[in-house]
């Protein structure tokens, strides 16, 4: 059988831990198809990750050649972890009798679920490179993991989340327009922690356009947008042109019914038809088992639900609150378009949803009188050219009839038409939850 050099890092950080590494070494021998050429000295490192605090770790590194495939290796470190008396499976950030990780196996390139070769953050862990070098090992060459790839075409975006699936990953989708803020990096956080695979879509879709809108006008920056996406942990960026999403004879389309209407819907016809006919094919080329959309945009979370359960899409629509400045405005792409003036203004969206809230909370339940409370906070405000202002019901966002209301969601609309070129503002408040 062909051998290879690999690396293997050693740590533990409980019990007697030089014996724990030791003890893992001489197993290491001992098994099948694999020699042990070279280890480190071991060396104590403060736990620097997050979770309680933790003793320090006794880390090293270890050369070994090897006939065994990567995911061999990487189950017999788990063999040797479980001999330790780890407990399978381990907890994460609690100390550990003993830790192994598969650093390189040769130049070989592994992206599944259990195992990711080069390891992702070797060369950010100086535990891990000092032994390196001590082991002579050129740091400077080796391998590293791949940065968030952006991809372009559909078919090479379709091939990578393949690979995933089939490496026994799941896929958290984050699709977005780009001119990306924190609001988007809370769907990417999430998405983080609940995915093996994240991916960002950046794509200024024209089909939810209205001729007369800001198609053309919508605020790009990839460069930008791939920093915020690397540095929320994304592990690629699907961002294609339009002539890439959409081919010369393109026709088909998802038409939306009863979710899409009034509202947004009423301000921009067809505009819910084409952000359901782009989501349906980023589903289709993804295959994500979780989508993060925000609610910021809550008619368009309504309308990809109900999408998504009518055309029995196989995954999970996760709605992520909304993110706004420190004095309250919602964080919106478009903002960077307000004026100085239209700017301070544009806090009366939320000041008025808050106030409807505020008396919600001290016991009025009258749907007009909630919606005349925040009418009379928007009309304070001449520079708010208030689209609607709508009391519906939680998650579908059906209408509420005129009377008493149990619980609601308060969604506003408002043209700011004083900065650099005229700006629609969106938000809405659960009149029970704090937001
Ligand atoms: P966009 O790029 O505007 O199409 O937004 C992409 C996704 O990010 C959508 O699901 C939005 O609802 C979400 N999003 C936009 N702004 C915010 C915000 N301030 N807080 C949370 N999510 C947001």
């Known amino acids: 059988m062909p051998t290879q050099t690999a690396y293997l890092g050693l740590g533990s950080n409980e019990g007697d831990r030089a014996g724990h590494i030791q003890q893992a070494l001489q197993r290491l021998a001992a098994a099948p198809g694999v020699q042990v050429v070279r280890t480190s000295s071991l060396r104590e490192s403060t736990f620097v990750g997050q979770g309680p605090p933790q003793p320090t770790f006794l880390n090293g590194v270890v050369e070994l050649r090897t006939s065994l495939l990567p995911i061999a290796l990487l189950d017999l470190c788990k063999a040797l972890e479980a001999a330790a008396g780890r407990t399978l499976p381990a907890p994460r950030h609690h100390p550990r009798p003993l830790d192994l990780d598969v650093l390189f196996v040769g130049h070989e390139r592994v992206d599944t679920r259990d195992l990711v070769l080069p390891h992702p953050r070797w060369h950010l862990r100086q535990f891990v490179t000092e032994p390196l070098r001590e082991l002579g090992v050129d740091v400077a060459t080796m391998p590293r993991a791949l940065a968030a790839a952006v991809i372009e075409s559909p078919a090479a975006f379709s091939a990578r989340t393949t690979q995933w699936l089939a490496g026994g990953c799941t896929i958290g989708l984050v699709p977005t327009m780009g001119s990306l803020h924190a ?41 930008a947008d ?210």
Do not use: W
């Open 183 to 223: 609001g988007h990096g809370s769907l990417l956080t999430m998405a983080r922690q609940e995915c093996d695979r994240v991916v960002a879509t950046i794509f200024v879709n024209p089909l939810q356009f209205g001729p007369n809108e800001d198609f053309a006008a919508y605020p790009r920056d990839l460069a």
């Open 226 to 435: 791939l920093q915020l996406c690397r540095e929320a942990g994304a592990d690629a960026v699907f961002a294609p042109t339009v002539a890439q999403m959409y081919d010369p004879l393109f026709c088909s389309h998802v038409a939306v019914g009863s979710a899409a209407e009034g509202m947004e819907g009423a301000v921009r016809p067809g505009h819910f038809a084409g952000v359901a006919t782009v989501v349906a094919r980023l589903f289709a080329l993804a295959r994500p088992q979780r989508a993060y959309f925000g609610e910021k945009d809550a008619q368009q979370l309504a309308v990809i639900r109900r999408m998504t359960k009518d055309l029995g899409f196989p995954l999970q629509i996760v709605g992520c609150p909304i993110v706004r400045e420190a004095d309250g405005l919602a964080m919106s792409s478009r903002n960077v378009y307000l004026g100085a003036a239209d700017r301070q203004a544009s806090t009366v969206l939320v000041r008025a949803l808050r106030s409807a809230r505020d008396v919600f909370t001290r016991g009025e339940r009258d749907r007009d009188r909630l919606l005349a409370r925040a009418r009379s906070v928007l009309a304070t405000e001449p520079r708010a050219l208030v689209e609607y202002v709508e009391l519906r019901a939680e998650g579908e966002l059906a209408p509420l009839p005129s009377g008493p209301v149990l619980q609601g969601r308060m969604l506003v609309a408002a043209k700011f038409v004083d900065g650099v070129r005229p700006v629609r503002l969106l938000d809405n408040l659960s009149l029970v939850e704090g937001s």
